[in-house]
């Protein structure tokens, strides 16, 4: 009677477990993202903030693939501010899901260390 229990519980701990690294390499995959989407809007802000100390009759190129198209000043502030406005709202829905997957991470845990409770507990 024993036997089969101990199988589904080898069965349940082993899916918890790849769960487990599943998760884990999806919350890297997202502190990744959250990185590069950082280092992105960095360098927005900075392009904005040396933009915005130009006169505005300067000439300004905005690079569109390998080329560069002459742009109004004001049309590439503007670009920069839903630029950083989308990447902003990015890196939140990101920070969210990781949080979401950490949570999810923290409960496969606490499951696993469950089952090695019962089954020290049925052991002994």
Known sequence: MTKPIDLELKKAFLELQVKMVE???KIQMIDV???VMKRVLHHADVTQ???????PETKTYESVGRMFLL???K???QNLEKR???LSVRTD???ENKQFLEMNLQES???IREMVQQKKEQGD
């Open 23 to 25: 998760t884990s390499k």
């Open 33 to 35: 993202q959250i990185g």
């Open 49 to 55: 903030q040396e933009i915005s100390y130009l006169p």
């Open 71 to 73: 742009t109004d000043l």
């Open 75 to 77: 049309e590439i502030k």
């Open 84 to 86: 950083i406005s989308v």
């Open 93 to 95: 829905e990101l920070v």
């Open 109 to 111: 845990e606490d499951n």
